[in-house]
């Protein structure tokens, strides 16, 4: 069983940055692929970006390749999502994601969501 507990989110102009963290519970947490997602009004969940377990392997949605990066800290149960120069349409709920790899995290098949954090990103 993992808790996720995102926390960063706030309000940013375009051409700033917010960093989210997402805190897990647990002791097992480098056996887990992490991802973020994002749903903004009227859409979609869509992918972000997802890390491996050890943290060697990241992926990122074309939308935000250069511009975000995702990290974990193992040692923290914790893992990141830097968000650099903000668009207002990076404006949604983001969400973070564990699952047992990282297909199944890409896919949004991980059985275990946090709560989310509001982004949202004024022009």
């Known amino acids: 069983q993992v808790e996720l507990v995102e926390s960063g989110g706030g309000l940013a102009q375009a051409g700033g940055s917010l960093r989210l963290s997402c805190a897990a519970s647990?002791?097992?947490?480098?056996?887990?692929?992490m991802g973020w997602f994002r749903q903004a009004p009227g859409k979609k969940r869509e992918f972000v970006a997802a890390v491996s377990g050890t943290g060697d392997s990241t992926y990122y949605a074309d939308s935000v390749k250069s511009r975000f990066a995702i990290a974990r800290d193992n040692a923290k149960n914790t893992v990141f999502l830097q968000m650099n120069s903000l668009k207002p349409e990076d404006t949604a709920v983001y969400y973070c994601?564990?699952?047992?790899?990282?297909?199944?995290?890409?896919?949004?098949?991980?059985?275990?969501w946090g709560q989310g954090t509001q982004v949202t990103v004024s022009s």
């Open positions: 647990g002791r097992t947490f480098r056996s887990y692929a």
């Open positions: 994601a564990a699952g047992a790899t990282i297909v199944i995290v890409t896919t949004q098949r991980s059985g275990y």
